[in-house]
Nanobody, 128 residues
Framework: QVKLVESGGGSVQAGGSLRLSCAASVDTYSTYCMAWFRQVPGKEREGVAAIDSDLSTRYADSVKGRFSIYKEKPNIMYLQMNGLKPEDTAMYYC???????????????????????WGQGTQVTISS
């Protein structure tokens, strides 16, 4: 079991930026696929961005061009969020799967069922 701790959430106005961080309890840099998901009350958890063990990335269409996911050795993952919109308001969760000999693969990277390890979440609120 990997412990994940998110930070960096907060409240900003539309058009602003936030950077979320996810610290893992183990080295996740090159053997884990990881992702950010978000959820609002009454809706399903949505995959936002994912980064595979080979550092390839995938983004939801709703955040392409505005969000950027990246890792820092040995155990930190970030989500840089620019051009924030009110519809980005949600609880954001960090997720991880591994260690893996091979990556999770593009088709699976944004599926929440792919990830057994989850953080507690950090709230992001965007005002118009």
């Amino acid at each position: 079991q990997v412990k994940l701790v998110e930070s960096g959430g907060g409240s900003v106005q539309a058009g602003g930026s936030l950077r979320l961080s996810c610290a893992a309890s183990v080295d996740t840099y090159s053997t884990y696929c990881m992702a950010w998901f978000r959820q609002v009350p009454g809706k399903e958890r949505e995959g936002v961005a994912a980064i595979d063990s080979d550092l390839s990335t995938r983004y939801a269409d709703s955040v392409k061009g505005r969000f950027s996911i990246y890792k820092e050795k040995p155990n930190i993952m970030y989500l840089q969020m620019n051009g924030l919109k009110p519809e980005d308001t949600a609880m954001y969760y960090c997720a991880a799967e591994g260690p893996r000999q091979y990556g999770c693969g593009w088709h699976y990277m944004l599926r929440n069922t792919e990830y057994p390890n989850w953080g507690q979440g950090t709230q992001v609120t965007i005002s118009s």
